[in-house]
């Protein structure tokens, strides 16, 4: 009976407080605070205050938490020795090696094109490409130390 009285009572004042808010032109923040006020009322209503009491002093349902959070630690403690991988030291190192001798196919080395037991040869006769040169390429290496040798480079 308390319970239900506090709760309207805090309902009340939170309606007054948007009122109030809304009256200074705050209409967002008025319609905020008034949502925020009627969830108490609204627990009152639907009768979630007076199982809350009952639960808490309860000791059976005290004993059912303690239940549930012993599950959930239970579940999450199984996901976590999940993840790692599980299994002996041995069987880690081997899944790893085979899966590092598995990460590349067996043909995937040889060309596409070609035959693929001898590396293709390139011809000797043809001369290496030579980078062109402009005419003023000497020019540009003397621009470049007269800008070094101004900065004292």
Known sequence: MIAETVCSAVSVAGL????VTAYRKRFLSAARIAAYSLVPIGLVMTGVVGWLADTAFSPTAWAGFVVL?????????TRAVERRGGGT??????????????????????????????PAARPADRPAAQPRRSEGSGDDFSDIEAILKKHGI
Do not use: C, N
Not at 16 to 19: E, L, R, Y
């Open 16 to 19: 007054g407080i948007a009122a």
């Open 69 to 77: 959070g012993g599950a959930w630690l239970l579940f999450m403690i």
């Open 89 to 118: 030291r041995k069987e880690r190192r081997a899944a790893k090696a085979a899966a590092e001798r598995d990460a590349v196919a067996p043909a995937a080395s040889a060309p596409s094109l070609g035959q693929a037991s001898r």
